[in-house]
């Protein structure tokens, strides 16, 4: 699996990103497509921009430096208000509703929707959805990946349009939450421990951050 090219070492998550004191626990609903490889060595930032007083400042979650096209990222979406919409999880597995199994396929399916895109892990869990998202390099694919917008961005708008319009189509109550939180995977101890909790994210639901029983 992927967590055997990101040769595991000592590291720390917060919750936001990854559980910290991540043990070895299989189960079967992990999706691996390809393994990954070490990628960008950069770091995160946020950055505010001037507005008027009478508004909010409102923080900007992007890291300002990384063009957010090529690279290896770990990628969280969450529903709307973390409701249950894709199903629950009983006995260690992860059982998909309509809506859960739409989101499944459909996440499995972006390469063939994004040429410059593979997709080489992911889970889908009740309320949310983990994914380590690899956009390739422009010499790679020039002629197919975005010069004017944010390649990542618009991978993940599509998705979850995809997703949406399905469930408006078919009168299936679902929404998401209106952002999503992306980690620049930097090199293999990093790219590592997000492979072990990807594929230990639904045995370990009990604990997760996620879980609104932990809230």
């Keep these: 699996g992927l967590g055997d090219v990101y040769k595991r070492q000592g590291y720390s998550y917060t919750c936001r990103d990854v559980p910290r004191n ?8 992990i999706r691996t497509i390809q393994p990954a490889s070490e990628t960008i060595n950069t770091m995160k930032s946020r950055t505010t921009q001037s507005r008027p007083e009478n508004l909010p400042t409102r923080k900007n979650i992007r890291a300002e ?12 979406i969450c529903t709307r208000e973390k409701e249950h919409y894709f199903g629950d ?6 059982l998909f509703n309509e809506i859960g199994t739409v989101a499944d396929k459909k996440l499995g ?20 959805i983990h994914a380590i998202i690899r956009i390739a390099e422009p010499l790679d694919a020039p002629e197919c990946i975005p010069t004017t917008r944010q390649a990542l961005g618009i991978v993940i708008g599509g998705y979850k349009q995809a997703v949406t319009m399905y469930a408006r189509r078919n009168n299936i109550e679902f929404g998401w939450q209106a952002r999503f939180h992306d980690h ?4 293999t101890n990093d ?9 230990n994210n639904v045995a370990k639901w009990n604990s997760d951050c996620f879980n609104p029983k932990n809230e």
């Design 109 to 128: 399916e972006l390469h063939i929707h994004y040429k410059y895109v593979n997709v080489l892990q992911y889970v889908v869990m009740p309320n949310h």
């Design 22 to 29: 991540i043990r070895d626990h299989k189960h079967q609903t």
């Design 184 to 187: 620049i995977i930097r090199g």
């Design 65 to 76: 430096f990384h063009n957010y096209s090529a690279g290896d990222y770990f990628v969280t």
């Design 89 to 94: 999880i009983k006995n260690d597995a992860m």
């Design 191 to 199: 790219g590592n421990l997000i492979a072990e909790y990807i594929e």
